[in-house]
């Protein structure tokens, strides 16, 4: 009798224990698709909105915006030959941009992985160098070394008697200065494929009797094609939603691209909020489809390189040609880090930027620290930094929080509704920084004591924007931990939030303290999104970094973009301190 009873009582604890279980798991999953609607789904409906009507439906009602409806804003858009002009000049500047980039990452990547080339640790680390540049400051650095009539490249050339001249302010500067910072892009993608290609396949071609150069590009290239098309369309798709580096170089020739041509409609009197969400959701169209392109183009081929037996990668033998491409890494490195930094550092610290020879330029009277000093006299300096460092923070710790509650869900149950969770957090993959600002504005300006003028707009539109990213760098952590570790847990009674904070975090922390810090450094040098949600109160330092280039001093321009750059760099070295501390720490405790 007793013990049918402590049956019954044993089988209605373990109801209801499932039933509270799956109560949780609900809400736990409907909390989730609650914040994702609200980050993401919510402001691009409403951009949409704004797109097919010609009223604000936050400010006038959704019931007004939808009688409106109609796709005159996008017929408009279509017919003006401003946009049409600002299309291809997108392409143009984002394709030549892509051949040059695949071109530097694929050489990069195959000197680095299969030559003998001496310090190819070196030519490793400067080919991802320019990753870490923000895109504004390296248009601010090209403008000062470019421009026509001032720049210290003409200087040098018109100081040594050679009539050569360049002009960067230019769709050839564009190309130039996209190719040579989102090669990285390629670089990253290529080289780990060619690491894990099984050599032998290129041997049989040489047996065969190739040339090492035919068998590079009929064996090596067309078996990592696959690497090679994703890291174009990649850096593609970065570049078509990159503001800073147009503005700063295509302004003074009136050059548009689309990013340019929406924030310019934003600016017109009256602004043309309507045009331009039609113009941002083309635009969020084009991304769309290209990284739709990047995930399936290829997935239904075969591209196998990668077998079961064990294998090094082939190192060439390139004789006395390793110094060339030794040499070239060398020239990369000058061109994409040296020339830039050495422009800035002089613009920040000369008076006048006027240099007239090789002798003025070394003449250390012409040099002061005036433009820091005015930088620092303008209370908005110092209201930017404090600004851009606490939207910072909040975003690192929010968008961490909340990217590895979605991380774990996605990577670490089976519950229903997961699926969703992961579509909708991969959503901003498709939509250009400048698109969200766009889109949040559309969505807040006009609800009354909401959240636009605030820091918080700023760090949720940022959260939103970085989500795919800080969740992908959280992946890796959480399938790196065996599940045995959960198992063993929840068979000593701990519950699945005592499991998370006793076996999951711990052991995943190196991995949560580098996706926060990655949430951090790309708020502080976001700008396209910025744009349209920052108010006096709320300027973050790429705004105001902007403002001081449109002013037009040069100098104050360099300085405060060295200012931005020592500041990330102190943040990223003291972020990689702290989480080799945590790894060595992890290591200590499970060893």
């Not at 959704?62 to 030959?81: E, G, K, Q, T």
């Not at 017109?268 to 995930?295: C, D, E, F, K, R």
């Not at 239904?300 to 990668?313: C, D, I, M, W």
């Not at 939030?497 to 949560?512: E, F």
Request: glycine letters at 10%.
């Amino acid at each position: 009798m007793h013990g049918q009873t402590d049956w019954r009582s044993e089988a209605m604890r373990s109801a209801r224990e499932g039933t509270r279980r799956r109560a949780f798991t609900g809400l736990w999953v409907a909390a989730l698709l609650a914040i994702l609607g609200f980050l993401v789904i919510y402001p691009v409906l409403m951009l949409l909105l704004g797109a097919l009507t010609d009223t604000n439906p936050v400010v006038d009602g959704i019931r007004l915006s939808l009688s409106h409806l109609s796709i005159a804003n996008f017929l408009a858009v279509l017919a003006n030959p401003n946009v049409g002009e600002a299309l291809l000049n997108t392409l143009i500047a984002c394709g030549g941009g892509t051949v040059i980039a695949v071109a530097i990452g694929l050489l990069f990547s195959w000197i680095v992985v299969r030559t003998n080339t001496p310090f190819k640790g070196f030519i490793a680390a400067a080919s991802i160098l320019p990753l870490f540049a923000p895109p504004l400051v390296a248009g601010v650095a090209w403008a000062i070394l470019g421009s026509p009539k001032t720049g210290l490249i003409n200087t040098m050339f018109k100081w040594l008697g050679s009539d050569l001249r360049i002009d960067l302010y230019s769709m050839w500067g564009l190309v130039f200065v996209f190719g040579i910072y989102y090669a990285p892009y390629v670089y990253m993608f290529t080289s780990s494929a060619l690491r894990n290609m099984d050599p032998s396949l290129e041997e049989a071609a040489e047996i065969s009797g190739a040339s090492p150069f035919a068998t590079l590009f009929t064996v090596t290239f067309p078996l990592i094609m696959p690497a090679i098309v994703s890291g174009m369309l990649l850096s593609f798709i970065v570049m078509l939603g990159i503001y800073g580096i147009p503005a700063v170089l295509g302004a003074p020739t009136n050059l548009s691209v689309l990013t340019t041509y929406i924030f310019k409609l934003t600016n017109w009197s009256p602004p043309l909020y309507n045009t331009a969400a039609a113009v941002a959701i083309i635009l969020m169209m084009v991304t769309g489809l290209l990284v739709y392109l990047q995930q399936n183009l290829l997935s239904g081929r075969s591209y196998t390189t990668v077998a079961g037996k064990a294998f090094r990668p082939r190192s060439l033998d390139l004789g006395p040609w390793r110094w060339l491409t030794f040499a070239l890494g060398i020239v990369y490195l000058l061109i994409v880090v040296v020339l830039p930094s050495l422009a800035l550092i002089v613009a920040a610290f000369r008076k006048f930027m006027f240099i007239r020879d090789a002798a003025s330029l070394f003449d250390m009277r012409q040099y002061s620290l005036t433009h820091f000093e005015s930088i620092f006299d303008n209370p908005l300096t110092m209201k930017s930094i404090y600004n851009a460092i606490e939207v910072g923070v909040i975003t690192a710790v929010v968008g961490g929080a909340l990217a590895f509650a979605i991380g774990y869900t996605i990577h670490r149950t089976r519950v229903a509704g997961r699926g969703a969770i992961d579509l909708i957090s991969t959503l901003p993959v498709a939509i250009p920084g400048l698109v969200v600002g766009v889109a949040y504005l559309w969505a807040w300006i006009g609800v009354p004591g909401g959240l636009y003028g605030t820091i918080w707009i700023l760090a949720l539109a940022f959260i939103a924007r970085f989500m795919p990213d800080t969740v992908k760098a959280l992946s890796t952590s959480f399938l790196q931990i065996h599940r045995e570790l959960e198992e063993a847990a929840w068979v000593c009674g701990r519950g699945m939030l005592g499991t998370i904070r006793t076996i999951v975090l711990p052991l995943a922390r190196p991995g949560v303290l580098a996706s926060m810090t990655l949430l951090f450094v790309l708020a502080i040098r976001e700008l396209g999104s910025s744009l349209f949600l920052y108010t006096s109160n709320t300027m973050v330092m790429s705004v105001l970094l902007l403002d001081y280039y449109e002013g037009g001093n040069i100098g104050k321009t360099a300085a405060f973009s060295l200012v931005q750059t020592v500041l990330l760099g102190v943040l990223i070295g003291g972020a990689n301190w702290l989480s080799r501390g945590a790894a060595q720490g992890n290591v200590a405790r499970t060893g």
